[in-house]
């Protein structure tokens, strides 16, 4: 039986609105959001402060959380290194559409492998990929452990846990990295305004 991944007698077909004119019509680019980092590190909460930001500058975008998606998109994977690695696969196909749709796409995963985030990177055309790093230290993600996550790891119940026996892989080259100023972590406007600045500078939020 053949897998899509192997289908064959399949066509692109193009359609006569594109990118650019979607684009035009949003008065933005469409791109993609990628906030990674250990759990615990505030990447939904950044989402979300990122989408009100966005919103309230009259700027179309959409989020896609990693849990969220595991509830219907990916309900079907795990989290051996092979489900994670076609969870983040699936995640940036569908991030790559958003994109072509001319939205700003915020994709908010650990994604914790550096070649997964990079194959997602390859997808989007016009180095349309915005690479956020949460770069929050294990101790203040454990500390705060919202999903009471990291007890369940270390008490030995939950396997493969990322941070504790599941390495993270952090970014090289990212386009932003957030971390503690001083021992202090920026509030969630405070980093909003960083990725939405940054954002405003490369020209996303305008055609």
Not at 104 to 127: E, V
Not at 163 to 170: N, R, S, T
Request: overall charge neutral; charged content about 25%; glycine content about 10%.
């Amino acid at each position: 039986m053949a897998t899509v991944g192997n289908s064959t007698n399949i066509f692109w077909q193009e359609s006569p609105i594109g990118r650019l004119e979607r684009q035009k019509l949003l008065n933005q680019k469409g791109c993609v959001v990628w906030i990674t980092g250990l759990s615990g590190s505030g990447k939904s909460t950044l989402a979300f402060s990122v989408n009100k930001e966005l919103y309230s500058r009259g700027k179309l975008s959409y989020i896609l959380d990693g849990d969220n998606l595991r509830h219907g998109l990916n309900k079907n994977l795990g989290f051996s290194a092979e489900d994670r690695t076609e969870n983040i696969r699936r995640v940036g196909e569908v991030a790559k559409l958003f994109a072509d749709a001319g939205l700003i796409c915020i994709a908010s995963l650990i994604s914790p492998y550096r070649k997964d985030r990079d194959a997602c990177r390859a997808m989007l055309p016009d180095s349309n990929f915005i690479e956020v790093f949460m770069n929050m230290p294990l101790e203040l993600c454990e500390a705060r452990d919202p999903k009471g996550l990291y007890k369940l790891a270390r008490a030995g119940k939950i396997k493969g846990f990322t941070g504790i026996d599941d390495p993270y892989e952090p970014p090289l080259n990212c386009e932003i990295e957030i971390k503690q100023k001083d021992g202090v972590c920026p509030t969630p406007n405070a980093m909003a305004g960083q990725v939405v600045s940054y954002m405003e500078e490369e020209g996303y939020l305008h055609f």
